[in-house]
């Protein structure tokens, strides 16, 4: 079950009225876009991330908000160790290795980190509807 989370990000009024919906993958998204608008949203964007626009009333926020809903494709970083750590054959120290973030492999090919910096841009409400990992 998916149960989301909701951040305000809001420095002011013109951002409390638009809100950035992240599913885990493009069908979770339309779901719920179609379920949050009874069917009745745009689409816009090339597939496999598009963002599905829709107005409903948004309860954080208590009023009736802009809704941009997409998605991401699998996870969208990877995390590393840094100097082989991992090869050294102490498995004991992999746990005060230093690691590093890297974009993960279909993420960066998609260009989804730069998609979901667009999507947010001017929005005052971060909504995930992601699963556990």
Not at 57 to 62: I, Q
Not at 108 to 133: M, P, T
Request: hydrophobic content about 40%.
């Amino acid at each position: 079950m998916i149960t989301p989370t909701v951040i305000s990000m809001s420095d002011g009024d013109s951002e409390a009225d638009r809100v950035l919906c992240i599913a885990e993958k493009p069908s979770v998204a339309r779901a719920v876009a179609e379920a949050l608008s009874g069917g009745k949203h745009g689409t816009y964007g090339a597939r496999p991330l598009q963002t599905h626009v829709l107005h409903t009333y948004f309860p954080p926020a208590k009023r009736r908000c802009q809704v941009a809903v997409t998605s991401v494709l699998g996870h969208v970083f990877s995390l590393d160790f840094c100097g082989g750590a991992e090869k050294r054959g102490d498995v004991s120290s992999i746990f005060a290795a230093d690691t590093h973030k890297l974009p993960a492999e279909t993420s960066e090919s998609l260009g989804v980190v730069n998609h979901l910096r667009q999507a947010a841009a001017g929005c005052g409400w971060l909504c995930l509807w992601l699963d556990c990992d």
